[in-house]
């Protein structure tokens, strides 16, 4: 268990739908990060938020939009769905950079998410 | 050019083989080199996480980093049935005071035949 909770870890929507996911980071981790896993595909990098502020952004369509609350938690809502965005939607967490804990990134176990 | 390059694969080798993926990058200020393990719809899992160049072990698994060759290494000795899953390699530059920057590979996939 890498302590990155994410839910749902399932769902099924239309096309046109929006859904939202939600992603609690490992206790004390200031940042977290969203990928997208399509099948067979590497992992694609959406966007960070380190202490409520966004501080990167990769390939995140505009449809997709992503914040972190006050708690640190996050989530990213995904509107207007089409059939392509069927994937796997992964949330990571990092501690401070420079920490003694060290500079690496903890995944969740994603939320699987069909469009039909 | 990509930051990090990763053969995809597929691999597949016997029951107790000596495994070896590799990754190459270009960005000489990467400090953090980490490898992930990934089965199959599941989240990646950290394996492996190493500081700047050299050796680190755990167990059957071997990390090596050459920052001069910009190459890093993962060896998994005696191979079991139950390392078949993708590895990903993973690198960062930190950021002081700020969230880190990660970088990826595509991933190996990996099958250890009984």
């Known amino acids: 268990d890498s302590g990155v909770t994410q839910t749902p870890k399932h769902l099924i929507t239309a096309t046109g739908q929006r859904v939202t996911l939600r992603c609690s980071p490992r206790?004390?981790?200031?940042?977290v990060y969203w990928y997208q896993q399509s099948l067979d595909q590497g992992l694609q990098f959406l966007i960070q938020?380190?202490?409520?502020?966004?501080?990167a952004k990769g390939n995140i369509l505009e449809r997709f939009s992503a914040q972190q609350f006050p708690d640190l938690h996050s989530e990213l809502n995904l509107s207007s769905l089409e059939l392509g965005d069927s994937a796997l939607y992964f949330c990571?967490?990092?501690?401070?950079?420079?920490?003694?804990?060290?500079?690496?990134?903890?995944f969740g176990e994603g939320s699987w998410l069909t469009v039909v | 050019q990509k930051e990090v390059e990763q053969d995809p694969g597929p691999l597949s080798v016997p029951e107790g083989a000596i495994v070896s993926l590799n990754c190459t990058y270009s960005?000489?200020?990467?400090?953090?080199f980490m490898w992930y393990r990934q089965y199959s719809r599941k989240g990646p899992e950290l394996l492996m996480y190493t500081y700047s160049s050299g050796n680190k072990e755990d167990g059957r698994f071997t990390a090596q980093v050459d920052k001069s060759s910009k190459y890093i290494s993962l060896f998994i000795r005696d191979s079991q049935p139950s390392d078949s899953a993708t590895y990903l390699c993973a690198m960062s530059a930190p950021i002081r005071n700020t969230g880190n920057q990660f970088y990826f590979g595509t991933g190996t996939s990996l099958t250890v035949i009984p």
């Open positions: 938020y380190y202490n409520g502020e966004e501080r």
């Open positions: 990571a967490s990092s501690p401070l950079a420079g920490s003694l804990s060290g500079n690496t990134i903890y």
């Open positions: 960005n000489s200020a990467f400090q953090y």
């Open positions: 206790s004390g981790d200031l940042s």
